[in-house]
């Protein structure tokens, strides 16, 4: 049984989702304390909940600690099941992370999968849709297995009601090295906006426009006629020959509109200038496919938080060892062995 610290590294979900798709993984059982210690509303919030439950369901798991705003959670897998699976948050907690922790363990399965996920497929803290299906899938895809995924309506926080269909093919996860972009070739700003003035969106691509320099044409705004709720997102997509970036933004009561673009801009632009392939939101789900594969390498900007707390997590359940060595002031390359 192994123990784990859930306050440590940056304190939040994310070494419990982890923690949950390693455990599923290589059948190890844990046992962690503290969870989610160091967020405002500490232990298990809906959406780590349902990724907990939806865990179990994809591995036979006994469990105990599965209820809203515990601390504690032991968890015993037993096998990976492939078949048809809906899991739904809920409340606007986001979908995208309950997918993000049964996937790695599908990957492998014996058979093909289906999934069907209901909450927020936008939310703050959390990847995005348009993440998953233009910067990370087609990562998976390359290492062996066949996911799709296709958004049926998208969600906002707060009030959620988002739903996507993914399909998982399985297969060995093979070793990737990806240490050039190579050249940029497409640039594209899409500002959605779903009950929430047409404005808003001019506003934040105008600022994309002077910002980052991108065209008329590299800006487009995106209309949601039906939704559960408001919702503004600014996504940044950053197509190269190797590989495709997604930064985001999210539209907030009282923050103007060009003051989310600048941020989402300044991202772009450090991604850019450092002209590495992977960014540091794609950086910490890499380092786990990476880990599952037992090999591969790729560079990228500094390690921030969530990335040192997935290599903290790794230690826990493999014997995979990830090096970080300095290429340039901005640019790092990192190394996964099995």
């Given at each position: 049984m192994v123990r784990i610290d859930g306050s440590k590294g940056?304190?939040?979900?994310?070494?419990?989702?982890?923690?949950?798709?390693?455990?599923?993984?290589?059948?190890?059982?844990?046992?962690?304390?503290?969870i989610r210690a160091g967020r405002s509303k500490p232990g298990l919030l809906r959406q780590h909940l349902t990724s907990v439950k939806a865990a179990a369901a994809v591995g036979g798991a006994e469990v105990e600690g599965a209820e809203l705003h515990s601390r504690t959670?032991?968890?015993?897998?037993?096998?990976?099941?492939?078949?048809?699976?809906?899991?739904?948050?809920g409340t606007a907690g986001s979908a995208t992370l309950v997918l993000q922790t049964v996937l790695p363990?599908?990957?492998?399965?014996?058979?093909?999968s289906t999934l069907v996920l209901e909450g927020g497929t936008h939310n703050p803290?959390?990847?995005?849709?348009?993440?998953l299906t233009k910067a990370?899938?087609?990562?998976?895809?390359?290492?062996?297995?066949?996911?799709?995924a296709s958004l049926e309506r998208p969600g906002f926080f707060p009030a959620g009601g988002g739903k996507f269909r993914v399909s998982v093919r399985p297969a060995p996860l093979e070793p990737l090295h990806l240490l050039e972009r190579g050249k940029v070739v497409r640039r594209l700003a899409t500002a959605m906006v779903a009950q929430v003035p047409f404005d808003v969106a001019q506003r934040e691509l105008t600022t994309v426009?002077?910002?980052?320099?991108?065209?008329?044409?590299?800006?487009?705004v995106e209309e949601v006629k039906r939704s559960a709720g408001p919702g503004n997102v600014l996504s940044l997509e950053v197509e190269s020959e190797h590989v495709t970036e997604v930064f985001t933004g999210f539209g907030e009561r009282g923050v103007r509109a060009e003051a989310v673009a600048e941020a989402v801009a300044e991202e772009a632009r450090v991604y850019l200038e450092?002209?590495?392939?992977?960014?540091?939101?794609?950086?910490?789900q890499l380092l786990l496919l990476l880990a599952l594969a037992r090999g591969g390498s790729f560079r990228t900007l500094p390690l921030e938080g969530h990335a040192l707390t997935q290599m903290e997590t790794f230690a826990h359940f493999t014997d995979v060892r990830v090096?970080?060595?300095?290429?340039?002031?901005?640019?790092?390359?990192?190394v996964v062995r099995g």
């Open positions: 940056e304190g939040g979900g994310q070494v419990l989702r982890t923690s949950l798709a390693l455990s599923l993984v290589t059948g190890t059982p844990f046992q962690m304390e503290n959670l032991t968890f015993r897998p037993r096998s990976v099941k492939p078949g048809d699976y809906h899991f739904a948050v363990a599908l990957l492998s399965a014996s058979g093909p803290a959390a990847p995005p849709f348009d993440f990370y899938l087609p990562l998976v895809r390359k290492m062996g297995p066949v996911v799709e426009g002077r910002t980052l320099g991108w065209s008329a044409e590299e800006r487009r450092a002209e590495v392939p992977v960014g540091p939101h794609l950086c910490d090096t970080e060595t300095p290429i340039a002031p901005r640019v790092r390359e990192i």
